[in-house]
């Protein structure tokens, strides 16, 4: 999620002039700003009701609907004819990507007591991770007379990796959820959060 969000974060001001929005440098960073404030609007508007599908459907098929849409609109941002359409597919990244809540909510339902602080860090972990290295991917493969934008090529790397990220989810992550969990409602497991609501608890730590 975090390669996802801030893969083009070194070259937005780039991005802007690609697109004509503006000539004046002054309003390049304002006008660049919208890629960044799409995302995290439609993150924010969505991020409530994906915690409360994950506890119907599972926190799995969640997370899988966040990576698909990492993938989808990756590319879609990579081949968008206009700002609008980039700025669209920014929020719609955004809208079905609830990805980091989901995670730290499946930690205590999957993850003995012993290694939740690890379990938990490894999410933070890999958010650092994504954030430093998603703005180096995204300023390497910025390639002019690229298909679509200068970014294409980077949106396709993205995009491979919210492939493979989705395919192991599918293998190996069980779909847990908390309204089906073995542990009696509002009791903790094995000494941790109750599963019941843990969602909304997983929301607030993001």
């Known amino acids: 999620e975090p390669a996802c969000r801030r893969r083009h974060s070194s070259r937005l001001a780039l991005q802007v002039l690609f697109f004509g929005v503006t000539e004046d ?3 390049l960073g304002y006008t660049a700003g919208f890629f960044i404030s ?9 991020s ?10 599972g926190r799995r098929a969640v997370i899988q609907l966040g990576l698909v849409s990492c993938l989808v609109f990756q590319l879609l941002f990579g081949l968008a004819p206009t700002f609008g359409t980039a700025i669209l597919s920014r929020f719609l990244m955004g809208a079905f990507n609830g990805i980091i809540g989901v995670s730290k909510a499946a930690v205590p339902e999957l993850v003995p007591p012993a290694d939740r ?28 007379g690229s298909p679509g934008t200068p970014c294409f090529w980077s949106s396709v790397v993205g995009a ?3 492939a493979v990220a989705l395919i ?3 293998t190996f992550m069980p779909n847990t959820r908390g309204r089906s969990a073995t542990v009696p409602p509002g009791s903790a497991p094995s000494g941790g959060m109750p599963v019941q609501g843990a969602v909304s608890r997983g929301v607030e730590m993001q």
């Open 48 to 57: 409530y009701p994906l915690g409360l599908a994950s506890d119907i459907y």
């Open 160 to 162: 491979a990796i919210s």
């Open 168 to 170: 192991a989810v599918g």
């Open 25 to 27: 440098k002054r309003a």
């Open 117 to 144: 602080a690890r379990a938990m860090s490894a999410i933070t972990g890999m958010w650092g991770l994504g954030t430093i290295f998603g703005p180096v991917l995204g300023g390497l493969l910025w390639i002019p």
């Open 38 to 46: 799409a995302f995290m609007l439609g993150r924010m508007i969505s």
